[in-house]
């Protein structure tokens, strides 16, 4: 049953990658694309899909395509950015708290556990709140609350590793422990981070659409799929595909992702266990 | 059950196997795990399916059970007749009835067969419930009768225990109560001793015994252990392959093994009366059962092998005394080879033989008083409550050249003995000298440039290499640290004659660890070892791993290497017959103390200490001398807590008033034997 499910998910593995080059396509070329995300014309507003634009206008007549397009800059720059801060910080202070141990180790544990005692997203909305909105600050908001996972995990992997044996046989080796780090430490707990960052980049998308959503993301004119969803709401009976264009499109990105950090996570899996 | 008993005396098959394959296919191939097999377990009798590890035996006795991981797993032929029902051909829904009812299974790990989250009492009443029609009172009253039968102290307290309050021995006894719950007519017992200690084996085998006589079940028992077998056996099949390649009486068996395999187990015993010589080897490695053989499946590692035996496969014979074994040398038909291969045997042994060292005695390590505690914290702020004195005051030296085994139960302080040692845990007090360097006081940087003096070898050959590297990094990885070897090239050139030392081939050193079996792992840590041309190499457990075959190449390699390059080894085990095989010097260890220390020759012929004589008698040797086995009572302390007084004094049948008070001094017997007991005071 297991194995049937999983041939079927090989098959279905090539469209989320697919979503995934296009989302990082428009996010890099969307600037360059002869697009007019912020023209107002009022005599097409709230205009449905149809022969005029294929995802039809928004409330001040702007063309939803093109506002789309442009909201995956935003929100694939955001992911990228916490996810690279996150791991910078969290996979340092996870190796150096479980390398070296002692009181450090006890300090980052306790801190780990009353960051893991807040809601995430809330603290992110109330740092976001504080510094007021924009890009950087996202960044900086979810980078908070981000960086804890990572850590976690990567202490915990480093704790596990340190027990083998081989390590062992390298300190009595005689090998420096910068050396014993790169060599013996490093290459055995990057898979499972590498995993956790791909599924981190889905949660980020859904956060910074939901800060953006509350209005501490992106400025307008701006766009970003969560603040085009916001714009949305208040015509939702009247012009549904305001709010369905920018939530589909966000939930087919996160997904895709979802699909492929399943998909590392099992390449992964398969070296480890030949190489048991 | 007075009933059932007076059928099951009534001698005769209980069950019947005939043809059983079982395959495992993946995408690529079809494995034949278990490829044709016949026999009969008669009732009341124990039944030994004899070895080593990837034969198939494990998987010989799921398919009895149809336990063969589905969809992978599948039974494809054959027949398991219990009395006259055929188990292949019941439901699912039936097969359920005989199970643990009819025929119950144990197995090796008992820290895995037991739920963590339910009381031992809960789990074995589970199973009363399960196969008979008890009340809930009457089925609590039968299981602590079960718990009572299985040797479990106080039965009414444990019964409210979870097993992680449970010795291991403890837990396999609770296994055991579990199968018996159901009062099977067979007992699967799959190498229900192997994660055992010696002393706690004897407790466990014992008790099956007792049990036998007592039900009057029949026990199949899955083994690789010749020693087991030769204790408790009545019949004996040998696996090689997939399939049985010889079946005998027990005393027919160890007396006279007819196929060229069983014959070739016995010799790799390392044995006392062997230390002179090598210890004969399998050549190759066993077969891969993805193949259709079209000759005996032995022949490529058989002495005896010619021309038929690599074009025809063999027919089951009947030797005259009622076994029979798969071989073409007792066909009849075949005509033998004009060369008995016994003299080519004989020829490789003379050569083989070697020379003893000279006497020669320099000290290369004294180790003097060494204690190593743990702290145990508790608490927010990690306070200390206590000490755990993994080694307690120990001292030890070890001559050039020499052999010293420090042997002893899981849990005694001996591997935290090479650990200290090597210092990769610091000791707490104490002095470790090697030549005339103190390395405990060196700092970490000196320490560093002198480490590649000591070497170690560690027990698990799959964990102790970086599966992401390759062999050359591997081995190299002690030169550059060392700054030994010259330059990239030169060292490339001494991987690969580290790699032919240890047996590989240069052209090994491309590849990762995973490519590996068990045995060629331990060859390449050996080569990593050696690259930094070590004086000592603490050897922790190396063998026990591998199996027999397996075991005893690396001991003739070490062996050789000891005299070739005049290594010294301080050599950690629980396994005394390896000991007398290798060592030339033999430290006893208890809780942290040595207890015994002599030449090997004077500890194992002439044991003082209580627990030495225990721990000698405990383990099952091929040879039926009679000897009466010494029973510990319990199991040992915690080395939180040692017991006040002689550590030993709970467990030991001579201990007086004088043991509770004091540990007793080093009282020397030779000059040479020293040990620890008031006996001798």
């Known amino acids: ?276 | 059950m007075a009933k059932q008993n007076s059928k099951q005396n009534e001698p005769g098959p209980l069950l019947t196997v005939t043809g059983l394959k079982t395959w495992f296919e993946t995408s690529d191939q079809t494995v034949r795990a278990v490829d044709g097999v016949d026999f009969t377990i008669n009732k009341g009798e124990t039944f030994a399916l004899l070895g080593e590890s990837g034969c198939g035996k494990s998987m010989t006795s799921l398919s009895l059970m149809r336990l063969v991981p589905e969809p992978a797993g599948r039974i494809v032929a054959g027949s398991v007749k219990l009395h006259d029902e055929d188990l292949l051909q019941h439901t699912e829904k039936q097969m359920r009835n005989v199970r643990g009812k009819r025929i119950a299974m144990i197995f090796q790990e008992p820290m895995t067969s037991l739920n963590p989250v339910l009381t031992i009492g809960r789990q074995i009443r589970e199973t009363v419930s399960r196969h008979s029609r008890f009340g809930d009172f009457s089925a609590k009253k039968r299981t602590l009768e079960l718990l009572e039968a299985v040797g479990i102290p106080d039965p009414k307290r444990r019964y409210e225990e979870y097993p992680h309050q449970l010795s291991g021995g403890m837990k396999q006894r609770v296994m055991i109560a579990i199968a018996l719950a159901g009062d099977p007519e067979l007992l699967i017992a799959d190498e229900p001793t192997t994660a055992l200690d010696v002393t706690i084996q004897a407790q466990v085998l014992d008790l099956l015994k007792k049990l036998q006589k007592d039900t009057g079940m029949a026990i199949m028992l899955i083994t690789h252990d010749l020693g087991v077998v030769a204790k408790m056996a009545d019949r004996v099949a040998v696996m090689y392959a997939g399939q049985i390649v010889e079946q005998a009486d027990r005393n027919q068996f160890f007396s006279n093994p007819q196929h060229p395999y069983s014959k070739k187990l016995f010799d790799s015993l390392p044995t006392m009366t062997k230390r002179d010589q090598h210890l004969a080897v399998i050549r190759g490695s066993v077969p891969s059962l993805a193949q259709v053989f079209k000759g005996c499946r032995f022949e490529p590692r058989c002495d005896y092998a010619w021309d038929v035996c690599r074009n025809l496969v063999p027919r089951w014979c009947d030797t005259n005394n009622g076994g029979g074994a798969l071989c073409h040398l007792l066909d009849p038909e075949q005509e033998r080879p004009a060369k008995t291969p016994d003299e080519k045997t004989k020829a490789v042994e003379t050569e083989a033989v070697i020379r003893k060292i000279s006497a020669a005695k320099t000290q290369l390590l004294h180790v003097d008083g060494l204690k190593i505690h743990f702290p145990v914290q508790k608490g927010l702020f990690k306070r200390t409550v206590g000490f755990v004195k993994a080694v307690d005051d120990l001292s030890l030296e070890i001559p050039k050249g020499k052999t010293l085994a420090l042997v002893g139960e899981s849990g005694c302080g001996k591997t935290t003995v090479g650990k200290g040692i090597l210092q990769l845990v610091r000791p707490t007090a104490g002095c470790v000298k090697l030549e005339d360097v103190q390395l405990n006081r060196l700092k970490p940087k000196e320490l560093r440039g002198k480490r590649r003096d000591v070497q170690i070898i560690f027990q698990d050959p799959f964990s102790s290499m970086n599966p992401r590297m390759m062999v050359k990094d591997i081995i190299e990885e002690g030169m550059i640290a060392q700054k030994v070897g010259g330059d990239a090239k030169q060292r490339e050139t001494r991987v690969e004659e580290l790699l032919e030392q240890v047996g590989l081939s240069a052209e090994h050193k491309l590849r990762y660890p995973h490519e590996f079996s068990g045995g060629q792992r331990q060859r390449i840590c050996i080569a990593r070892a050696l690259a930094v041309e070590p004086k000592l190499i603490i050897c922790d457990e190396p063998t026990s791993a591998l199996d027999v075959s397996v075991q005893a190449q690396i001991l003739n390699l070490l062996k050789d290497l000891q005299v070739k390059l005049g290594l010294s080894y301080l050599f950690i085990t629980h396994n005394l017959s390896v000991v007398e095989y290798l060592a030339h010097e033999i430290a006893v260890m208890y809780l942290g103390r040595i207890v015994e220390y002599g030449q090997v020759e004077e500890v194992m012929n002439n044991p003082m200490h209580p627990y030495t004589k225990a721990l000698l008698s405990a383990v099952p040797t091929i040879e039926n001398d009679g000897r009466e086995v010494i029973k510990l009572r319990g199991e040992m302390p915690s080395p939180v807590n040692p017991p006040v007084g002689c550590h030993f004094n709970p467990r030991c049948a001579h201990a007086k008033q004088k043991c509770r008070n004091g540990y007793p001094d080093p009282h020397a017997v030779t000059e040479t034997h020293k040990v620890r007991c008031f006996l001798y005071d």
């Open chain 1, 1 to 276: 049953m297991k194995a049937k499910t999983h041939k079927s998910l090989r098959i279905l593995a090539h469209w989320p990658i697919a979503i995934i080059i296009c989302w990082c396509l428009f996010a890099l070329l969307g600037p360059l694309l002869p697009l007019q995300p912020n023209e107002i014309d009022l005599t097409r507003i709230l205009l449905p899909p149809g022969e005029a634009s294929v995802l039809g206008y928004d409330d001040l007549g702007r063309p939803i395509f093109d506002r789309v397009i442009l909201g995956a800059k935003t929100s694939f720059l955001v992911s990228l950015w916490v996810v690279i801060v996150s791991l910078l910080i969290g996979v340092t202070l996870g190796i150096v708290s479980a390398y070296y141990g002692g009181w450090f180790d006890h300090v980052v544990v306790q801190i780990i556990d009353i960051f893991l005692a807040f809601p995430g997203i809330l603290l992110a909305i109330a740092l976001a709140g504080i510094m007021g909105p924009g890009i950087e600050n996202v960044v900086i908001a979810l980078s908070t609350v981000g960086w804890v996972g990572y850590a976690r995990l990567t202490r915990a992997q480093v704790l596990s590793v340190k027990q083998r044996e081989h390590i062992q046989a390298a300190v009595a080796l005689g090998s420096q422990s910068t050396s014993i780090f790169y060599k013996h430490i490093l290459p055995l707990i990057l898979a499972p981070i590498i995993v956790e960052a791909s599924f981190g980049i889905a949660g980020i998308v859904i956060a910074e659409a939901g800060l953006s959503f509350l209005g501490l993301g992106v400025q307008p004119p701006e766009a970003s799929w969560g603040n085009m969803i916001r714009d949305g709401a208040r015509y939702l009976l009247v012009a549904p595909h305001m709010v369905l264009v920018p939530g589909i499109v966000l939930m087919l990105v996160v997904l895709a992702v979802n699909l492929a950090g399943d998909r590392l996570r099992d390449y992964f899996d398969v070296r480890l266990r030949s190489s048991v």
